[in-house]
């Protein structure tokens, strides 16, 4: 069983471990600094997406006592040596964000006659007169816009001038379109055939397609060709210039991706994006232009560690979060909803998350990326993280970053998944080798690769992010001038944003080469295999289940986890779903645990110019997004209305007869953990506590704490069918427990059988089990007990920090029978040096 001090999950913060591959590339030089932004006064308005509001914003940093350090023990030793940098703000510049399209974010699409290519009109006129939020819990505007809202700055750019150069997006669709959601709804995963299509779908249309897949393609090559630019490997001229056959000679091989006809444990050539196969390259096409042709989807998300979640920077510059702004709006105007999903968490593994994948990492992705090596050195684990992403939720996503050492071979050899592995794309980095190189080497390629007299330049200025930036409506009390976490084994924002386009220019060119394929067809006419989905989710899912060579069958769980889908609740941050997902959302109605903590402002946040390359720069995002306003999208609106709009939690159970226990609470809350979900509009862990405000990283170990005077802790697991229930409870840090300080009985009751001295009741509690320790755990109100030798003998430690406790393995029982709800209590027994603590239940 851990030992409470090492438990730094719910006690304080860990020290990560730095052995073992480190996923990300890092730069070459360590544990740069932060270097001074732009100076400029900056004025900016600020856009609601459903009306536009203007606001004026002076901008000047608040000046930080850098001797205050960050509260990350893991990155204490790089915090200690950031020096302080403060940002000069010149007078007499306005800056303002654009104006979004003047459409409808929250129009109900079923009411328009559009699919989703033609502007809605007709809108409501304010998001607060539709679905009014709580101060400190509300989401920034982009989260209620069924339409893509523009991120780049094209106040400072001349877009005329922008488009006569790359070109823009000018395709309106004016034909009414007809609403294909009960069409869809007929079909499996939305596989419509292409004859069942309505005459009038813009599908099916001779006339509209031809513009619509031509569009797209000069899209995605003006996004290509902006990847190269922005490394200096395209000058501008004919465009199909960008898309040479990247030779190892090319400095633009750092794109290429190479796929070797061997097996699974070869090599990609250093210095390129990494190498795959094509199976999954056809996997990823095919998931794309299903999105496309049913107006879909198409979502990414990352399970790792600190490294990958991008601790050190902005949560915004992490490699992932600079994947969905590349891909966001390339998708949209395509008809496609994209989110790419951050679930990195420092110090820790991917079990506790992949162990209910389809609700934590969501069911919902075309990519499920592993991205732990630090942490997670065992296979076991991440072959969990594998067969429970691909068998849970409703679409089965290419694995993606699973090493070439062997691992999983008798998974892929079986066919049934591709995989593959990014590069560093170091092949197409020019070397800072001086100081003057600084004013003229393409902007993202700058502190990537260092001589050694710019060896300390490369260590101040490899991030670049601050704190806080002055806004009107809130001043906090002490701010740090810039984030921690910036270790040797973090890398810095350029790093991130190099990762994220080698990812992103390689997802493109699928997409690129699968237009270009349909626009070869004859009257544009994409067969059902090009874009049907369902054969082929059948054909793995059936593989997965009925593979038994995998080492996850060693982990020491009930084999289900192997090829069972479980679900999942949590107080852990970030998940998919984050609103759904909580332990919180499955208490009984009568257990009172206390409330998550607020944010200490409401979004959004003012603009931060280390958000975006300097003037003069290249800006992809302006040349992406350039032309005639977003139009809102069908399947992003209806994941709006979902967030928005969750079911009740109902439940068939019977209450038992135990009485919820008083002196459970949530212990290590971040402010508003409901809006942690891991995208990049995310807009949590602001608490008046945290002492940088702008870091915005979801990733927080919250849990319920009890002890033993807390009484029953009592929950409702709907819809267990296969007779599986799967706990983490581990020992706390003694005296977290506040509820419960100065009670001398359970639930304070004034009487019991034996009650605490006065000295008991208010004195520390110690670190071992008390005497009488006992652990209860009730199912459908029978209660069974573990003593402390027998509670140590069954947990399961499956990596570092995560033991579980098995509380249910009985399929024998449920086989043949209809899914039921089950009523699960967890009662410490001991007094207050028993101090628990619970954070995730999984069942199945």
């Known amino acids: 069983m851990e030992d409470p001090e090492e438990y730094g999950l719910e006690m304080e913060s860990l020290i990560e471990e730095t052995g073992g591959r480190i996923d990300v590339p890092r730069i070459k030089s360590s544990a740069p600094t932060n270097p001074s932004p732009p100076s400029r006064n900056r004025k900016q308005i600020i856009l609601f997406a459903l009306c536009i509001i203007a606001a004026a914003w002076l901008l000047s940093p608040a000046k930080v006592d850098q001797n205050t350090l960050v509260t990350d023990v893991e990155d204490l030793p790089e915090a200690a040596n950031v020096e302080d940098t403060t940002i000069d703000i010149e007078d007499g510049l306005d800056i303002r964000v654009p104006e979004a399209p003047e459409q409808d974010p929250l129009i109900d699409p079923s009411s328009s006659s559009s699919h989703g290519h033609t502007t ?151 210095g390129n994006a990494g190498r795959t196969s094509e199976t999954t390259l056809q996997f990823i096409r095919k998931h794309l232009l299903h999105s496309i042709m049913t107006e879909d989807k198409f979502f990414l998300t990352m399970g790792g560690h600190s490294s990958s979640a991008g601790h050190g920077n902005h949560f915004t510059q992490s490699y992932i979060m600079q994947v969905q702004r590349a891909l966001e709006p390339i998708l949209a105007r395509l008809g496609v909803y994209h989110i790419s999903r951050n679930v990195g968490m420092g110090g820790l593994g991917t ?94 390629t700058l502190f990537l690769i260092c001589s050694k007299e710019m060896n300390a330049e490369c260590r101040k200025s490899g991030y670049n992010g601050v704190c806080w930036i002055d806004r009107k409506d809130y001043t906090p009390e002490k701010q740090l001038d ?62 997965v289940r009925n593979d038994t060579t995998s080492q996850c069958f060693d982990i020491g769980l009930p084999d289900a986890i192997c090829n069972i889908p479980f679900q999942g609740h949590s107080e852990f941050t970030p998940r998919a779903n984050p609103a759904t997902t909580s332990i919180r959302r499955i208490l009984r109605s009568d257990m009172d645990v206390g409330q998550p903590k607020p944010n200490a402002y409401d979004p959004p946040d ?28 069908r399947a992003r609106y209806e994941n709006l209305h979902q967030q928005l709009n ?34 990049y509009d995310s807009f949590c862990n602001r608490a ?119 509380l249910l393995n009985a399929p024998e029982q449920f086989a043949g029978k209809p899914p039921k709800d089950i009523e699960l209590g967890i009662r410490i027994v001991g007094g207050r040096d028993a101090t628990f603590g619970f954070s995730h239940v999984y069942w199945a």
């Open 688 to 806: 008046e506590s945290m002492n940088c405000l702008l870091y915005g990283h979801n990733d927080a170990r919250a849990f319920f704490i009890g002890d033993g005077l807390s009484g029953w802790l009592l929950m409702t697991l709907n819809q267990v069918k296969e007779g599986y229930i799967i706990v983490r409870l581990v020992k706390a840090k003694p005296n977290d427990n506040t509820k419960t300080l100065g009670w001398k009985c359970e639930n304070n009751e004034e009487t019991c059988a034996h009650p605490l001295s006065d000295e008991e009741a208010n004195a520390p509690t110690s670190k071992e089990f008390p005497e009488k320790f006992q652990v209860e755990y009730s199912i459908d109100g029978v209660v069974h007990t573990w003593t402390a030798e027998q509670f140590t003998e069954q947990l399961v430690e499956v990596e570092r920090l995560m033991e579980f406790s098995v």
């Open 646 to 679: 969750p079911p009740a939690y109902s439940t068939t159970a019977a209450k038992s007869s135990l009485v919820p226990g008083k002196g459970w609470q949530i212990h290590e809350s971040v402010g508003a953990p409901d809006n942690c979900d891991a995208t």
């Open 482 to 543: 810039v984030m921690g976490g910036r270790a040797k084994w973090h890398p810095g924002n350029w790093m991130h944003q190099l990762f994220s386009r080698l990812i992103a220019y390689n997802i493109i060119k699928v997409l690129r080469n699968a237009l270009v394929d349909w626009r070869d067809l004859n009257n544009y006419t994409l067969p059902d295999s090009e874009f049907h989905i369902t054969d082929e989710f059948e054909r793995i899912r059936t593989a």
């Open 120 to 270: 809605i009109i007709n809108v409501p006129a304010t998001v607060e007169a539709l679905h009014p939020e709580k101060p400190g819990f509300q989401h920034p505007p982009p989260y209620f816009s069924s339409a893509y809202v523009r991120r780049a700055r094209h106040d400072r750019t001349n877009l005329p001038e922008l488009a006569k150069k790359w070109g823009s997006w000018t395709l309106e669709d004016k034909t009414p379109r007809p609403n294909l959601e009960s069409l869809y709804a007929q079909y499996p995963n939305r596989d419509v055939p292409l004859s069942a299509f309505p005459p009038n779908a813009w599908q099916v249309d001779p006339e509209y397609l031809p513009q619509f897949v031509d569009q797209g393609i000069a899209l995605t090559e003006r996004a290509m060709a902006a990847m190269l630019a922005e490394y200096g490997h395209y000058e501008g001229g004919p465009l199909e210039d960008a898309f040479r056959d990247l030779t190892k000679d090319d400095p633009a091989f750092m794109f290429n991706m190479s796929m070797p006809n061997v097996p699974y444990n070869r090599k990609h050539p250093p």
């Open 606 to 633: 003012v603009y931060n110019p280390a958000l975006d390359p300097p003037d003069g720069h290249i800006d992809y995002l302006a040349i992406v997004e350039n032309g005639v306003d977003f139009v809102p999208l």
């Open 351 to 444: 079990v506790h998350n992949g162990l209910a994948s389809q609700s934590f990492y969501g069911g919902d992705n075309a990519i499920l990326v592993w991205n732990s090596g630090m942490t997670e050195g065992d296979i076991k684990p991440r072959d969990i993280f594998a067969r429970q992403g691909l068998l849970g939720g409703d679409r089965v996503p290419v694995l993606f970053g699973q090493p070439v050492n062997g691992r999983y071979d008798g998974l892929c050899g079986a066919g049934y998944w591709g995989s593959g592995e990014w590069g560093d794309g170091y092949a197409g980095i020019p070397e800072t080798a001086t100081y003057d190189d600084i004013k003229h080497l393409p902007y993202a």
